[in-house]
T-cell receptor, first 112, second 114 residues
């Protein structure tokens, strides 16, 4: 069974540009989560989908971040416009019910 | 609210010697506690989890952790380190019956010396 996949693995963009990150959860997992680790800090929760609905988006830093999960399958996280402080590693995880969260390899974002 | 403190940002041990990675937690409710590991250029992998059953939890690759409520600790141990254990380790807390978001510690980077 395939694990959680994320695309791209790396992205380098200039300040002010737009970037879209994609996450494909494990098949059959209704719960999908986004986390972020900025340089030198701990991994922090961004938001949680149950199927296509946002269950908890309390960790989203500001309105430059938009997450979607149309159809309840894969999810995208768009940053528009990107700022220097958005640089970091963005992790996606998925789970069945309230079970173990399985993480993807992350997307390393660098904003110059 | 929940929080986690990993007491060491970096631990270095020799191959074949014991490993101890320290974690203290704070939670207003009964917690679930986890240890995740991240090897270089890999995703986060679950090592073990505590969810209110046995206080001594065994995980993969010979790791184990003991939940001590009186000390609010969940330290990770391994009797004998292997070179392949070199990685970053994260202690994580969430509450059993509540929101499912995970709260991470700052991470401990484990180095194994030959």
């Amino acid at each position: 069974e395939a694990g959680v996949t994320q695309f791209p693995s790396h992205s380098v963009i200039e300040k002010g540009q737009t970037v879209t990150l994609r996450c494909d959860p494990i098949s059959g997992h209704d719960n999908l989560y986004w986390y972020r680790r900025v340089m030198g800090k701990e991994i922090k929760f961004l938001l949680h989908f149950v199927k296509e609905s946002k269950q908890d988006e309390s960790g989203m830093p500001n309105n430059r971040f938009l997450a979607e999960r149309t159809g309840g399958t894969y999810s995208t996280l768009k940053v528009q416009p990107a700022e220097l402080e958005d640089s970091g590693v963005y992790f996606c995880a998925s789970s069945q019910d309230k079970g173990t969260q399985y993480f993807g390899p992350g997307t390393r974002l660098l904003v110059l | 609210a929940q929080s986690v403190t990993q007491l060491d940002s970096h631990v270095s041990v020799s191959e074949g010697t014991p490993v101890l990675l320290r974690c203290n937690y704070s939670s207003s409710y009964s917690p679930s506690l986890f240890w995740y590991v991240q090897h270089p250029n890999k995703g986060l992998q679950l090592l073990l989890k505590y969810t209110s059953a046995a206080t001594l939890v065994k995980g993969i690759n010979g790791f184990e952790a003991e939940f001590k409520k009186s000390e609010t600790s969940f330290h990770l141990t391994k009797p004998s380190a292997h070179m392949s254990d070199a990685a970053e380790y994260f202690c994580v807390v969430t509450i059993i019956q509540g929101a499912q978001k995970l709260v991470f510690g700052q991470g401990t980077r484990l180095t194994i010396n030959p």
